[in-house]
């Protein structure tokens, strides 16, 4: 109980919490209005980087949500080009993450990292189709137990500035397992062949949790 109410926090976190702490001491000597300000803002922060335990299916038919957020489109594209794929059809899945939801990003299968790529770019908002081919970005390729390529890509959104790795290549995952997150404000794409989407315009959805296609 107390783990929902208080949940832990990802570690970029602590850093920033101190921060907010600190100007909140600081605003509330000037005011006790600002420094009320300075609390909330405190509280928003522990809240943003906070990284609940999730618990996934565990079921190679399926593909997990790779980030909590609201599904923008749902669509069939040309394979990601920074990778060469970009001669092969995809099925695209694009989830924004605001500024409430938790960015920790998770793995959609269980899988070996066979490839991370990191592009510089723009910050333009994540929720505009142009952010895809824009945006700072991270993409990990995935391969599953069929030999096929799962794709998931982090882009950096208009405030987000830092696109965080917390996995290596030729690492083995979980489905479900935690690869990075993104800081304040973003939006993640997932790639795949061979299944059929479950995700709908409009979705909500939670990471590691939440069905986002079928084989």
């Not at 594209?77 to 998770?106: A, Q, W, Y």
């Not at 989407?197 to 296609?213: D, F, H, R, W, Y």
Request: glycine share 6%; charged share 25%; with cysteine.
């Amino acid at each position: 109980m107390i783990d929902k109410v208080f949940p832990p926090i990802h570690n970029e976190g602590y850093k920033f919490l101190v921060i907010f702490a600190v100007a909140t001491i600081i605003l509330y000597l000037i005011s006790s209005f600002l420094g009320l300000i300075g609390l909330v803002l405190t509280i928003w922060c522990y809240y943003f980087f906070r990284d609940p335990e999730r618990y996934s299916i565990n079921d190679d038919d399926y593909l997990v949500s790779p980030a909590d957020g609201l599904v923008l489109q749902v669509q069939e594209c040309d394979g990601p080009k920074e990778l060469n794929l970009e001669n092969k059809k995809f099925t695209k899945v694009s989830i924004f993450m605001n500024v409430f939801d938790c960015h920790v990003n998770r793995s959609p299968c269980a899988g070996k990292v066979s490839e991370i790529l990191y592009k510089p770019g723009k910050f333009l908002n994540a929720s505009l189709d142009k952010a895809s081919e824009d945006n700072e970005r991270n993409y990990y390729k995935i391969t599953n137990s069929k030999g096929e390529d799962i794709i998931v890509v982090q882009i950096a959104g208009l405030i987000a500035r830092r696109i965080v790795t917390e996995t290596t290549e030729n690492s083995e995952l979980a489905q479900g397992e935690r690869i990075g997150m993104i800081r304040f404000g973003s939006r993640a794409d997932l790639y795949f062949e061979n299944y059929k989407p479950l995700a709908k315009v409009n979705q909500k959805t939670i990471a590691g949790e939440s069905l986002i296609a079928k084989r």
